[in-house]
């Protein structure tokens, strides 16, 4: 599911001598050195106090049907934390929901920005790891091409930058207000919540979210707890990657009372 890309047009052009000496030295000085870091999903599921989080993971679901017939979209961007998708989305099927991710519509930066994107962007949204870019994975609709009527249920994976890139994308905004006044559930997690702010739903609602964005939830018109996940009325939080199984099974109760 995930796929590894490289950017090599710079080392191209160095290969190929394009790049003078003394623009090569000031490159070298705008540049970070580069550091890849090993973060595998078993490292967390195998840290101390996360006994549960593994078991939720690694104990066999035995009803398959809990949640056949209902369709669940996920809506993400670049930048979404890996196991905040991942693991809820294999949990939902497992149940029998039908999941799609749904993500913006591909708009590359102005020219000017000096960004590279890999083709694979138009298809794929990246994952990562606690700011750690770590893979892609393919996505099954743009947000312009959903209707409310389409699903039972949203969720939103948190990321330091996947919220950003959903806040800002009209589509998404109106997806999740017209989704919202439908009363159907919004589920949201870690950084996540923002986008619910941004989408101005939260005026009066009890939540939780990222210690770093809780601040911004209060100022939406939150009450923001301290849990691990936060259930009032059709919306859904949760804080962190290590609330995962709670804030999945919030959302399977939900779904099976609505």
Known sequence: MMHAVVNTKAQVKVAAGQIKSHELEVLNQLTSPSAVVNMPVSQLLNAPG????RAFFFTPVTNRTVLKGKKIAVLAADGFEEIELSGPVWYFRELGAQVEIVAPKFNPAPERYGLSTPEMAKTHIM??????????????RTADQIKVGDYDAIFIPGGAWNPDNLRFDKDVIRFIQDFNKSGKLIAAICHAPVVLASADILKGKKLTGYWNIQVDLKNAGGTVLEEPVVVDGNLITSRH????????????????KH
């Open 241 to 256: 990657p290590i609330d995962v199984a709670d804030f999945s099974r919030a959302v399977e109760t939900w779904l099976t």
């Open 50 to 53: 996360n006994e549960a989080l």
């Open 127 to 140: 994952a990562i790891q606690y700011l750690q870019p770590v893979g892609w994975i393919k996505f099954d």
